[in-house]
T-cell receptor, first 115, second 117 residues
Framework: DVKVTQSSRYLVKRTGEKVFLECVQDMDHENMFWYRQDPGLGLRLIYFSYDVKMKEKGDIPEGYSVSREKKERFSLILESASTNQTSMYLC??????????????FGPGTRLTVL | AQKVTQAQTEISVVEKEDVTLDCVYETRDTTYYLFWYKQPPSGELVFLIRRNSFDEQNEISGRYSWNFQKSTSSFNFTITASQVVDSAVYFCALSDYSGGGADGLTFGKGTHLIIQP
């Protein structure tokens, strides 16, 4: 079974804090993705990675960075959290044979609140 | 540019009714893939189906069926004899080879389906 896990289901942080969201997949997938989901805006891609130590910007990378030191782990970093980063964050992974069109499998999501 | 439109924001039906969720997409590519995901109240997106642009056959899986029509750029999803457990937000998504810098999926805004007992 495909398994993507995220470190926290709910997280509350204060403005200005550095925040780490962790994602782990156990399917030996090449590709990993971070999305945020907001009411009325749907899901938007923040960053993605096709290989270890490799990252590419998505549609809304401002205010975020990522790290992929190991194939199975992809971290999203909020360097200085702000209230407009309050959102649901979803991690996904896909096999990697066909970069753009493989099925993406999602984790349970982290609901982040920044006060 | 890619675009996915799910015009129905919310649908409410009574259990056992059939319901169809609409999805209309835009892409300049001739090769592309379409997806449906289900997001129950727990929040996790659950993969339902992946269909490539060259396969226009309708797909049936139990009570679920999908109608892909390239002529109208639509990929509609029907639930037959709906059940309360089908209550969720359903997302249609598109991916193609045009990239454009972001290789993730392009999602519609989702349809919130409510099945009343």
């Amino acid at each position: 079974d495909v398994k993507v896990t995220q470190s926290s289901r709910y997280l509350v942080k204060r403005t200005g804090e550095k925040v780490f969201l962790e994602c782990v997949q156990d399917m030996d997938h090449e590709n990993m993705f971070w999305y945020r989901q907001d009411p009325g805006l749907g899901l938007r891609l923040i960053y993605f990675s096709y290989d270890v130590k490799m990252k590419e910007k998505g549609d809304i990378p401002e205010g975020y960075s990522v790290s992929r030191e190991k194939k199975e782990r992809f971290s999203l970093i909020l360097e200085s959290a702000s209230t407009n980063q309050t959102s649901m964050y979803l991690c996904a992974s896909s096999l990697g044979q066909f970069r753009n069109t493989d099925t993406q499998y999602f984790g349970p999501g982290t609901r982040l609140t920044v006060l | 540019a890619q675009k996915v439109t799910q015009a129905q924001t919310e649908i409410s039906v009574v259990e056992k009714e059939d319901v169809t969720l609409d999805c209309v997409y835009e892409t300049r590519d001739t090769t592309y893939y379409l997806f449906w995901y289900k997001q129950p109240p727990s929040g996790e997106l659950v993969f339902l189906i992946r269909r490539n642009s060259f396969d226009e056959q309708n797909e049936i899986s139990g009570r679920y069926s999908w109608n892909f029509q390239k002529s109208t750029s639509s990929f509609n999803f029907t639930i037959t004899a709906s059940q309360v457990v089908d209550s969720a937000v359903y997302f249609c998504a598109l991916s193609d080879y045009s990239g454009g810098g972001a290789d993730g999926l392009t999602f519609g805004k989702g349809t919130h389906l409510i099945i009343q007992p």
